[in-house]
């Protein structure tokens, strides 16, 4: 297993950029700038530590907890498969504290995630990877293999946890308001098609004004940030919201896609508000 999360080769096989001397030399700046090598640091000292052992003592470096309110619902969880919704507020930090949450509940609890996550292989056993694609692209997820394995992980009577956004929360529509992009028709059809119970599940917070900033300017630009995200939340206790789970009979009545998408995500962000 590697020791840290990206490095120059990693880099190398992303861009011709970061190929030959002054490539590899440019790939070891790039590291130091974006905020990763301070991340492979820490990665590096708990790379001996898998799933939720790796998860816990993550958030114990870092200095990050978390607060569930409503936890009395994880003692009750479906049996069987399901499916777990939320928002993205933060990009890393999140996925983590859920995998946290809900696979020390259920050992064969997977998140989706996008392949460039997929480079942390101390969570790999809970996740499944899918290819990123550009916001131009609208975010639609192409990677067929990934949600026959989801399917199959399903199928099998596991549960599964998505970002439906596909992205995470920033400044959406030229508003400089923090809100989420729109649901992922790829991901709603997905649940349709699994008629499981989906439990909604509200993630407080956001990222740095800087971070959200650059989001205006760039998206890629934005992306570089996400290192500095995931360390500079060090000393915070996140609330994490679980809505009450919502059976296949309910979700059937909404037989069209867009309205499924409207329903779900509209149970997920009331959890913001409700005490």
């Given at each position: 297993?590697?020791?840290?999360?990206?490095?120059?080769?990693?880099?190398?096989?992303?861009?011709?950029?970061?190929?030959?001397?002054?490539?590899?030399?440019?790939?070891?700046?790039?590291?130091?700038?974006f905020g990763v090598t301070a991340v492979n640091k820490v990665y590096s000292e708990l790379s001996?530590?898998?799933?939720?052992?790796?998860?816990?003592?993550?958030?114990?470096?870092?200095?990050?907890?978390?607060?569930?309110?409503?936890?009395?619902?994880l003692s009750h969880l479906p049996e069987g498969a399901f499916i777990t919704v939320s928002n993205?507020?933060?990009?890393?930090?999140?996925?983590?504290?859920?995998?946290?949450?809900?696979?020390?509940?259920?050992?064969?609890?997977?998140?989706?995630?996008?392949?460039?996550?997929?480079?942390?292989?101390?969570?790999?056993?809970?996740?499944?990877?899918?290819?990123?694609?550009?916001?131009?692209?609208?975010?639609?997820?192409?990677?067929?293999?990934?949600?026959?394995?989801?399917?199959?992980?399903?199928?099998?009577?596991?549960?599964?946890?998505?970002?439906?956004?596909?992205?995470?929360?920033?400044?959406?529509?030229?508003?400089?308001?923090?809100?989420?992009?729109?649901?992922?028709?790829?991901?709603?059809?997905?649940?349709?098609?699994?008629?499981?119970?989906?439990?909604?599940?509200?993630?407080?917070?956001?990222?740095?004004?800087?971070?959200?900033?650059?989001?205006?300017?760039?998206?890629?630009?934005?992306?570089?940030?996400?290192?500095?995200?995931?360390?500079?939340?060090?000393?915070?206790?996140?609330?994490?919201?679980?809505?009450?789970?919502?059976?296949?009979?309910?979700?059937?009545?909404?037989?069209?896609?867009?309205?499924?998408?409207?329903?779900?995500?509209?149970?997920?962000t009331e959890l913001k508000f409700k005490k």
């Amino acid at each position: 297993m590697k020791k840290v999360i990206l490095n120059e080769a990693d880099l190398a096989e992303m861009s011709p950029a970061f190929r030959g001397i002054f490539g590899h030399l440019f790939a070891r700046l790039f590291l130091w700038i974006f905020g990763v090598t301070a991340v492979n640091k820490v990665y590096s000292e708990l790379s001996h530590l898998n799933g939720c052992e790796f998860t816990k003592a993550w958030l114990k470096r870092l200095n990050v907890q978390y607060f569930v309110e409503n936890e009395e619902r994880l003692s009750h969880l479906p049996e069987g498969a399901f499916i777990t919704v939320s928002n993205h507020p933060f990009g890393g930090l999140d996925g983590i504290i859920l995998v946290d949450m809900l696979a020390t509940k259920r050992s064969d609890y997977k998140f989706m995630v996008n392949s460039v996550l997929m480079h942390v292989e101390t969570m790999s056993e809970h996740f499944v990877g899918v290819k990123p694609v550009t916001p131009k692209r609208g975010s639609t997820v192409e990677n067929s293999g990934a949600l026959k394995l989801t399917l199959r992980h399903l199928k099998s009577g596991s549960p599964i946890g998505f970002f439906p956004a596909g992205a995470v929360s920033g400044y959406y529509q030229n508003k400089m308001e923090i809100s989420e992009k729109e649901w992922q028709p790829t991901i709603i059809r997905l649940i349709q098609s699994a008629k499981v119970p989906v439990i909604p599940i509200y993630i407080h917070g956001q990222n740095s004004w800087y971070f959200n900033l650059l989001g205006k300017i760039n998206w890629q630009l934005r992306t570089t940030r996400l290192s500095h995200e995931v360390l500079n939340k060090g000393g915070q206790t996140i609330k994490v919201t679980v809505g009450e789970i919502i059976p296949w009979e309910i979700q059937k009545q909404y037989k069209n896609i867009e309205e499924l998408a409207d329903f779900l995500r509209s149970k997920t962000t009331e959890l913001k508000f409700k005490k």
